[in-house]
């Protein structure tokens, strides 16, 4: 497998967007840190969750491939994820399941638990954009982004703590008794014009993710997210698709490169596993300094 995660840091800044390579893939390389572990994956049949239910597969975890849209794209997840002929991979199966429907969360939860034995690790990643200016927006629009990126992340982690909570503590397999990371955005903190659906379900998943870790931290469940700046995923492909929109988006990056799924999907396994034992509550950015105000960059 062409290992495109090594020339990340180094080349792929260079590269216009016909050149950047079209899926990053962890190597085989990556430590067996997940082993015996079981993890959901929301939203896992494309973009960042496909690269994070393969970065987590690596690291030897078993994952669910959360999926919404048509099976085979998640059938194909569940193939890369598992097929690279190191010996540490995880199992991987999908399961169809809209995160904003309770029922169907419970029954994604129960699935696992019934193939798995128990679930250690939600990746809450499922979410959607539906934009138009506030004026245009209808009320259906609204809810939508609200359902499935505020109220399926809470959904999620709240039968995510239930199974940890029963559980308790295994020593031999993990020092917590259960890990949440939920994929929000810089724009929980960066205010979106167009986008007021979006940018109040990130701000809300932010409070609702410290909250919750508050909340279930005397359990030994740690909960954290991560804040992508621009990320090449289909979610976002109108600001990298053309040369001209590629440059407009540079400007919005100190770092003058987009963020590839594997940028993410590194911190992820991370965040997942003991090595980042004492973090919980914290919103992690990565986002090429997206967040430092770039505008300030000369003059101010
Ligand atoms: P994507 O469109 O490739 O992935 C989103 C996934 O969520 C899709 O597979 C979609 O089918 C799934 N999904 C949508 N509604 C669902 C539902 N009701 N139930 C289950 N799954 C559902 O885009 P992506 O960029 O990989 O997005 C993943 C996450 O990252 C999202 O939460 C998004 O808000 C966040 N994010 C992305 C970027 C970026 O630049 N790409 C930046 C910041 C945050």
Redesign the pocket.
Known sequence: MTTVSRMNSAAIRDLTPDQLPEVVMPTCEARPILRGQTAIV?????????SIAAALCAAGANVVV????PEA?AQAVVHEATHCGCDHRGRAICHR?????EGQVDEMFARAIDEFGTVDILIN?????QDAALEEMTLSQWRRVI???LT?QFLCARAAVREFKRRGVKPSVSCAAGKIVC?????EVIPWAGHVN?AAS?GGVMLMMKSIAQEVAPWRIRVNSI??????????RA?WATPEAYADLLKLIPYKRI?E?DD?ARLAVWLASDEADYITGASLFVDGGMTLYPGFEAGG
């Open positions: 929301t939203g896992a049949s494309s973009g960042i969750g496909r959360n999926f919404i849209g794209e399941a809209d995160v904003s429907d990643n499922a979410g959607l954009q359902d499935v990126n399926g994929v929000s955005s810089v724009h979006y990130k804040c992508p700046g621009a990320i090449r995923t289909p979610i976002n600001a963020g799924p993410i």
